[in-house]
């Protein structure tokens, strides 16, 4: 069974940067897709950033946008998200997710979710 554990949150102003890493215990070269979503209080869970593992295509979400940056690392089965820029409104909590087939950021297509990792921008 595939486990993700997401870490990497935490507390940073307005403008800050963080860099979320997502840990596979399997090996992730056999998940065509690895996404992150994230869900802020009292709102439904977001597609943020997706990557495709066939030519490492990536998508993002329009309000991230030349802030973040998704990649994953096969070798070392984790995948990462670097984000820049913070605003509040990216407060939320994140996850990452991982799915057998092209995946986009619609979460319905991902198969395996982690626990979270809590992400809170202060202005």
């Known amino acids: 069974q595939v486990q993700l554990v997401e870490s990497g949150g935490g507390s940073v102003q307005a403008g800050g940067s963080l860099r979320l890493v997502c840990a596979a215990s399997g090996d992730i070269g056999t998940f065509a897709s690895m996404g992150w979503f994230r869900q802020a209080r009292g709102k439904e869970r977001e597609g943020v950033a997706a990557?495709?593992?066939?030519?490492?295509?990536?998508f993002y979400a329009d309000s991230v946008k030349g802030r973040f940056t998704i990649s994953r690392d096969n070798a070392k089965n984790t995948a990462y998200l670097q984000m820049n820029i913070l605003k509040s409104e990216d407060t939320a909590m994140y996850y990452c997710?991982?799915?057998?087939?092209?995946?986009?950021?619609?979460?319905?297509?991902?198969?395996?979710w982690g626990q979270g990792t809590e992400v809170t921008i202060s202005s």
């Open positions: 990557i495709y593992a066939g030519g490492g295509a990536t």
């Open positions: 997710a991982a799915s057998r087939t092209w995946a986009g950021l619609d979460r319905e297509d991902y198969q395996y």
